[in-house]
């Protein structure tokens, strides 16, 4: 294939430092282990980073603009093995860079600009883009989908669902066997990113980060995205089943910017409790105002706030919301188990500049561009307790998984297994946390070569694995418009 791309990537902190582009694919087995790994973990850590090929053709490319590349971490046996390729062939737009799921036994690579790519769960081969058989109707599909435990249910939308501009939400159900059950189609009052939502027994959420779409200032060479200080927070509450257009209510707060779910529910009242990081400012600084405006990135600050929310109330404006944790925070996990329902523990991303980092050793190889975070916290949102892990004073962390405790249903009990960023080696490790020592880790796997800054990943048990379904070939559709 012919091509003019430029040959060298842009002298810019996206692309250097822990962040120079790896552009690696390999399989690296029996790594070191310090400390060891329980005997009963089997399973695979599936995640993704965004990992540019080629030198991109804006110089300032956001850094999350990478092709995505996966990694998947196999644990057996108290034993480590890594394999790890490019996922993607450049068919569409997407490059499946920000998500992996595993679904009715399918490994689906995710960006919220196009539908799933599907990759063969132990080779991670690209088997190409995955459109349910056919049955998905928009052209988008969200990287973060959402799994509900009692019933095996996969819900989950696209937006910019017609097309770039347009205000279309494409809100759809897929049964554990792979079945549209659900088909709706909404119109949002502004085209604004949605990049996370949530799910309560009987209620979705979708919130609309202010960051909106003009599609005349896309056409004439402008960015996809704008902040806008003037719009509202706006948070759709839709029922979960059985829903017609007209059903959604467009709840509001002020203008401010929701990150990632940590969970959503409904209380003893049939109030819907939504859980989510949330900033005053602008957390997609690279994308600023139409004058040009944008936070410092080092003024941003995200905590984990809970909004309550009267399903049946005609008052639009929300209340202002309870923060639950006041510290820095991003990358909310909790035990997938109970996702939709009642929960009181929350692992995620913490910066704590009191926990000693060494910040002007690691300075100069950081990379930028993005959001840092030097320590996981564990918080129990019934006692207000936080449990603090730091990985060194040279480390940085991404985005943790939580894997239950073989045979034990109680919330939490398990481990906690992070990939983190050395600074010092300028490799990456994997550090897995037994969550009744949280401090202190029970092994940090070293890994031979560097992974960039990903976005989010997920645990497979072995057992899942192996029940792999089928996709069927045509199934019946919903209320599909
Ligand atoms: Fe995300």
């Known amino acids: 294939m012919e091509t003019t791309a430029a040959s060298r990537f842009p002298d810019r902190p996206q692309f250097s430092g822990f962040m120079k582009p790896c552009r690696v694919e390999g399989n690296v087995e029996h790594l070191e282990v310090l400390g060891e790994i329980p005997k009963n973990i089997d399973g695979t850590f599936y995640r993704v980073m965004p990992d540019p090929q080629l030198p991109p053709y804006i110089q300032d490319d956001p850094w999350f603009n990478g092709d995505g590349n996966i990694s998947a971490f196999k644990i057996k046996d108290g034993k480590y093995r890594n394999k790890f390729t490019d996922a993607v062939e450049f068919k569409v737009r997407s490059t499946a860079n920000t998500n992996v799921v595993f679904f009715n036994g399918q490994l689906l690579a995710l960006k919220e600009d196009s539908p799933p790519y599907a990759l063969d769960p132990t080779t991670l081969e690209t088997k190409g883009l995955h459109t349910f058989g056919g049955l998905l109707s928009s052209l988008t599909f969200t990287a973060h989908p959402k799994f509900d435990p009692k019933t095996g249910e996969m819900i989950c939308f696209g937006y910019e669902a017609k097309g770039d501009g347009t205000p279309d939400i494409c809100y759809y159900n897929v049964t554990p066997a792979g079945e549209f059950s659900q088909t709706l189609w909404l119109v949002a009052p502004v085209v604004a990113m949605i990049h996370d939502f949530?799910?309560?027994?009987?209620?979705?959420?979708?919130?609309?980060?202010?960051?909106?779409?003009?599609?005349?200032?896309?056409?004439?060479?402008?960015?996809?995205?704008?902040?806008?200080?003037?719009?509202?927070?706006?948070?759709?509450?839709?029922?979960?089943?059985?829903?017609?257009?007209?059903?959604?209510?467009?709840?509001?707060?002020?203008?401010?910017?929701?990150?990632?779910?940590?969970?959503?529910?409904?209380?003893?009242?049939?109030?819907?409790?939504?859980?989510?990081?949330?900033?005053?400012?602008?957390?997609?600084?690279?994308?600023?105002?139409?004058?040009?405006?944008?936070?410092?990135?080092?003024?941003?600050?995200?905590?984990l706030t809970r909004f309550i929310i009267n399903p049946r109330s005609n008052n639009l404006e929300l209340d202002y919301p309870e923060v639950l944790h006041s510290g820095n925070s991003e990358f909310y996990r909790i035990d997938d188990r109970f996702a939709t329902r009642k929960y009181r523990h929350c692992f995620f991303n913490s910066m704590i500049p009191e926990l000693g980092t060494d910040f002007p050793k690691i300075a100069p190889k950081l990379g930028g561009g993005y959001p840092l975070y030097n320590s996981l916290t564990h918080y129990d949102i019934m006692t207000g307790n936080s449990d603090v892990y730091c990985p060194g004073t040279t480390h940085m962390v991404q985005e943790p998984v939580f894997i239950p405790r073989k045979g034990s249903t109680e919330e939490a009990d398990g481990y906690i297994l992070v990939l983190v960023n050395n600074y010092d080696t300028m490799n990456s490790e994997l550090h897995l946390l037994d969550t009744k020592s949280f401090e202190r880790p029970q092994a940090v796997i070293l890994l031979p070569l560097r992974l960039r800054q990903g976005l989010h990943g997920n645990w497979v048990d072995a057992d899942d694995l192996r029940s792999s379904g089928e996709w069927p070939e045509r199934v019946v559709t919903g209320t599909d418009d």
Do not use: M
Request: glycine share 8%; aromatic share 16%; proline share 8%.
């Open 198 to 303: 949530a799910v309560t027994d009987n209620w979705v959420l979708f919130p609309l980060i202010p960051q909106l779409c003009d599609i005349d200032r896309l056409k004439q060479g402008g960015e996809h995205w704008q902040w806008s200080a003037d719009t509202p927070f706006y948070v759709g509450l839709l029922p979960r089943r059985g829903a017609i257009p007209s059903d959604v209510k467009w709840f509001q707060y002020k203008n401010s910017f929701p990150g990632h779910t940590a969970n959503a529910y409904e209380d003893d009242e049939g109030q819907v409790v939504f859980d989510v990081g949330l900033s005053e400012k602008n957390v997609f600084f690279w994308w600023p105002d139409s004058q040009g405006n944008a936070p410092a990135p080092s003024s941003i600050h995200s905590q």
